[in-house]
């Protein structure tokens, strides 16, 4: 077995290792542990397929064997199932919605360096993990709208209340309001409104990030994510009638404070669109991303689709 370029019509990820039989992944990492990291830095993203790794259980072990311990998923902005420690469903999200490709925890302090898929069973139809490169995303992005972002960073604003996505409680984890009034305090998050199950903040943070192997300048944010245009023209209209702009459940500013126009947005998600490389998931697949290299979303699908998700190696501002 070797490592061969995945056949794709818009660049080279992910590069493909694939098994001549059905030998255990988490030996095959502790052998190649080393070419794997090379690998990663040089492409960003490895598809494992071929290789035994029959449950959950069995794929938690191979995240170890690479990289441990695995990472609590933290500052959640979306709901997800915890299957065992370290390992989750992929982002719970209606199967007729695309999700927007997107950095894990690039809107935080601190995010996960590694990210693991595991394909527990495949759709009937779609359903494709979307990835782009961090770095060509950069390239392709408009010179006054870069030096912008490269100047002010992204203000992210989240607003928590009862029937309105996540709560807080859940985004972080605990049911103690001290508890996130000291993760915002050591997190530099802005607490603007804090009453009960109404709370809304404030954080800054850069639009690029320097990698730490390559040393490059990669894209690194969810400014398109957040903007409220990522949501469905109904719904937005919906939620900007019933709670202006500042109540929208999140919402993404350049760092001074100047709105992110649509157009802007907009010339994101088109830049993210044309780097993107779609493939279909078999049964036993796995994936590992780079998270500051390489950009990940979902296709709408059909069917029992099940992927599971693990983190690990975290990094942050100060690392």
Same mark, same amino acid.
């Given at each position: 077995?070797?490592v061969?370029?995945?056949s794709?019509a818009n660049?080279h ?13 988490a $030996? /095959?990492l ?14 960003g ?5 071929g ?6 259980k069995?794929?938690?072990h191979?995240?170890q064997?690479f ?7 933290? #500052?959640?902005?979306a709901?997800?199932?915890q ?5 989750y469903t992929?982002t719970?999200h209606?199967n ?15 995010w996960?360096?590694?990210? /693991? ?5 495949e759709p009937?139809s ?9 770095a060509?995303?950069l390239k392709?992005?408009e ?7 490269? #100047?002010?960073g992204v203000?992210?604003?989240?607003n928590?209340?009862n ?7 859940e985004s =972080?984890g $605990?049911?103690?309001s001290?508890?996130?009034r000291?993760?915002c305090?050591?997190?530099q ?10 709370l809304?903040t ?8 320097t990698?730490p192997?390559t040393?490059?300048?990669? /894209?690194?944010?969810?400014?398109h ?9 109904e719904?937005r ?5 019933t709670?202006? #702009?500042?109540?929208m459940p999140?919402?993404?500013? =350049? ?9 802007i947005?907009?010339h994101?998600?088109?830049c993210?669109?044309s780097e $993107?490389?779609?493939?279909d /998931?078999?049964?036993g697949?796995?994936?590992?991303l780079d ?24 990094? $942050?501002?100060?690392?």
């Amino acid at each position: 077995m070797g490592v061969d370029e995945l056949s794709a019509a818009n660049g080279h990820l992910p590069a493909l290792v694939e098994a001549d039989s059905g030998v255990s992944l988490a $030996t /095959w990492l502790a052998s190649n542990h080393q070419a794997i990291r090379d690998q990663l830095c040089e492409i960003g993203a490895i598809l494992f397929r071929g290789f035994s790794v029959p449950d959950a259980k069995s794929f938690a072990h191979a995240c170890q064997v690479f990289a441990k311990p695995l990472l609590p998923y933290t #500052e959640r902005t979306a709901p997800r199932i915890q299957v065992s420690p370290g390992v989750y469903t992929s982002t719970e999200h209606p199967n007729g919605e695309k999700i927007e490709l997107h950095n894990a925890n690039s809107y935080s302090h601190k995010w996960p360096r590694w990210i /693991w898929f595991y394909c527990d069973r495949e759709p009937e139809s779609g359903g494709n993990t979307s990835i782009a490169s961090s770095a060509a995303v950069l390239k392709r992005l408009e010179s006054s709208i870069l030096d912008k972002f490269r #100047e002010h960073g992204v203000r992210y604003m989240r607003n928590f209340r009862n029937g309105m996505g996540i709560s807080w409680q859940e985004s =972080f984890g $605990t049911e103690d309001s001290s508890e996130v009034r000291a993760y915002c305090d050591e997190a530099q998050i802005e607490i603007d409104r804090f009453d009960g199950n109404d709370l809304r903040t404030f954080q800054v943070r850069p639009a690029l990030r320097t990698h730490p192997d390559t040393m490059n300048a990669v /894209w690194f944010n969810q400014a398109h994510l957040f903007h409220s245009s990522s949501l469905r023209p109904e719904l937005r209209k919906a939620l900007l009638r019933t709670y202006g #702009e500042d109540g929208m459940p999140r919402s993404a500013s =350049f760092g001074d404070g100047t709105p992110i126009t649509d157009e802007i947005a907009d010339h994101l998600r088109d830049c993210l669109d044309s780097e $993107t490389v779609l493939f279909d /998931w078999q049964q036993g697949d796995v994936l590992l991303l780079d998270n500051m290299l390489v950009a990940h979303g979902r296709s709408p699908y059909t069917g029992s689709r099940r992927i599971l998700v693990s983190f690990a190696e975290l990094y $942050t501002c100060d690392s």
